[in-house]
């Protein structure tokens, strides 16, 4: 009875050890794909981050990579996705995407301004699955649309709704889309085709917050959308919007361009219910 006491308690001790052991390998992984990540990023770019997490379930690559988000000392309200090989042998980033996108925001905040006096954007370069391999953060997205010819720029701007929509849920749609074609004559004559630019008109208390939340959130109108879905409380009212082609022309007609607007009409209705009106 002892022997088969004693050999329960070593069994379990080597199984307790086993996973202490497997615990101690993956954090050493971690500390590696970290110290390797970060060792990589400042080579690359000549700067340094700092690593934000590392062990995420998203990733573009595949169940062989290690995913962590890392953000450069210089601006911590930038975070990069980065991926790791598992063996800790190629590192993939998307850095040049966001301070390429960074440096052409005040141009196209200039833009919109010009159009919609009281707007605040958001833009991102999408690759798609290419993971940009030149370093230079300088470039123009001219250059970089040379380089990377699937991006697409994704350009979002928003605008306090009631600006725009009177108390019955209605709105100026025609001369709405005419301010949407003056922006595309200019972003055209910018150089910045091959884009995808979304007008979202929000309620004024999203609106209001829409400045801190540029700081900590990557996706606003994910953000907004999320918590509707959780409260029921309507953020964004209409939504509208078009591509332009590589050659800068608008893709949509004027009629689809308005069927999104009218698309929208029922949302309208509710959020001024909402907040008290109708």
């Known amino acids: 009875m002892k022997k088969i006491f004693t050999r329960k308690v070593l069994t379990l001790m080597l199984i307790l050890s086993m996973f202490s052991f497997m615990g101690c390998g993956s954090g050493s992984r971690d500390e590696k794909a970290e110290k390797k990540i970060l060792s990589f990023m400042q080579e690359k770019y000549g700067e340094e981050f700092v690593l934000d997490g590392i062990g995420g379930g998203w990733g573009t690559m595949n169940n062989n990579t290690l995913k962590a988000i890392v953000k450069p000392k210089k601006d911590e309200t930038i975070k ?79 605008l306090n709704s009631e600006n725009y929509i009177n108390s019955k849920g209605n709105m100026d749609q025609k001369s709405e889309i005419e301010k949407y074609m003056a922006l595309a004559r200019m972003l055209q004559e910018k150089g910045y085709v091959s884009s995808d630019i979304s007008i979202g008109y929000l309620t004024p208390e999203a609106y209001e917050r829409f400045d801190e939340l540029k700081k900590t959130e990557d996706n606003i109108s994910q953000f907004y959308s999320d918590e509707t879905r959780k409260t029921g409380v309507i953020n964004i009212v209409t939504v509208s919007g078009y591509s332009l082609g590589t050659d800068g022309q608008i893709k949509e007609s004027r009629e689809e361009i308005e069927e999104f607007f009218n698309k929208w009409k029922e949302n309208r209705l509710k959020s001024f219910e909402q907040r008290g009106g109708l």
Do not use: R
């Not at 790791?84 to 996108?101: P, R």
């Not at 905040?109 to 954007?121: G, L």
């Not at 370069?125 to 940009?132: A, I, M």
């Open 80 to 158: 990069v996705k980065v991926e790791i090989t598992k063996d800790l042998e190629k590192v993939y980033d998307k850095y040049l995407n966001q301070v390429v996108a960074k440096n052409d925001e005040p141009t196209i905040q200039e833009m919109a301004a010009s159009i919609w006096p009281d707007s605040k954007i958001t833009i991102a370069n999408d690759t798609g699955l290419v993971y940009p391999e030149h370093s230079d953060t300088k470039m123009s997205y001219e250059q970089f649309l040379k380089l990377y010819p699937t991006n697409t720029l994704v350009i979002m701007i928003y």
